[in-house]
């Protein structure tokens, strides 16, 4: 019921700044925390972000505090992450989701296609 498409992926160098977003499609949201995971090859899928839809209540994974911030315009359906002082382990594919009031990887409900984020050292 929900499409989620993610954008904004790229190279950008070490230190730098790169903006993903997510659009969303279909069903309302109002109820969904909206969340940005990333993989590696040979890792596994972890959490970045989140934010309550309603909200705005953000939630971070601790290697990305202070670095990324997670935001989202209700008029364009649309959630965003801004990924300052890049580092090479950064460098992702990153997937937007969306679960109902979760941002365990485990429980969500809708995922995006991803987006490759590429920090060059």
């Known amino acids: 019921q929900v499409q989620l498409v993610e954008s904004g992926g790229g190279l950008v160098q070490a230190g730098g700044s790169l903006r993903v977003s997510c659009a969303a499609s279909g069903s309302t949201l109002s109820s969904y925390r909206m969340n940005w995971f990333r993989q590696a090859p040979g890792m596994e899928r972890e959490f970045v972000a989140g934010?309550?839809?309603?909200?705005?209540?953000?939630y971070y994974a601790d290697s990305v505090k202070g670095r990324f911030t997670i935001s989202r315009d209700n008029a364009k359906n649309t959630v965003y992450l801004q990924m300052n002082s890049l580092k090479a382990e950064d460098t992702a594919v990153y997937y937007c989701a969306a679960g109902r009031l979760t941002s365990s990887v485990r429980f969500m409900q809708y995922w995006g296609k991803g987006t490759l984020v590429t920090v060059s050292s």
């Open positions: 934010i309550s839809w309603s909200l705005g209540n953000t």
